[in-house]
């Protein structure tokens, strides 16, 4: 579907953006939708998948922006970052936070228990922590070039209907 393909390319090229910022190399990207919003670094140095939850938690909602605010040096208003803006750059921070090897290879390293963490706990895992503060530091750092992708998102979500986003769930269902 048109309308959904253009809202991932919105995200693939700007992470593909963050990611030649931030190594000052190319580094290809692939954004899928996914059922929640996930990030895969690959073996393979050239690739990485980030998974695009369409949908956010309500408690997620109403808790990430004061974990932010509690957490760390915020020098925007957070009523002006979409929460999807704050997931997307969370997994990004994944991908630049991890460790790599000499070859560029990510270090993947998860905190044990993670499974069975609450959310608060979830999200004071040194991993999560790390992701959550560079996506802080990216937003306070690069606020104008937030706005510009989150307005461009949210003008491509904005064209997403009701039944569009029925039809692409029931596709969703039939394919999982």
């Not at 390293?109 to 790390?130: H, N």
Request: charged residues 30%; aromatic residues 14%.
């Amino acid at each position: 579907m048109e309308k959904f393909d253009n809202i991932l390319s919105i995200y693939e090229e700007w992470g593909k953006y963050i990611l030649e910022e931030f190594f000052e190399s190319e580094q290809e990207i692939e954004v899928v939708w996914g059922s929640d919003f996930n990030v895969y670094p690959s073996d393979d140095i050239d690739m990485s998948l980030v998974e695009i939850g369409m949908l956010i938690t309500e408690e997620s909602e109403k808790s990430l922006p004061q974990f932010f605010l509690d957490n760390f040096d915020v020098r925007y208003d957070m009523q002006d970052i979409e929460i999807f803006t704050i997931c997307f750059l969370h997994e990004m921070g994944h991908l630049c936070t991890m460790d790599r090897l000499e070859d560029g290879r990510y270090v993947v390293e998860l905190t044990p228990g993670r499974d069975d963490a609450t959310v608060d706990e979830y999200r004071m895992l040194p991993e999560e922590f790390r992701a959550d503060k560079w996506a802080n530091e990216y937003i306070n750092d690069n606020l104008s070039l937030v706005s510009f992708y989150q307005d461009w998102l949210n003008e491509a979500y904005s064209q997403v209907t009701k039944e569009d986003l029925e039809l692409w769930t029931s596709l969703v269902h039939l394919t999982n």
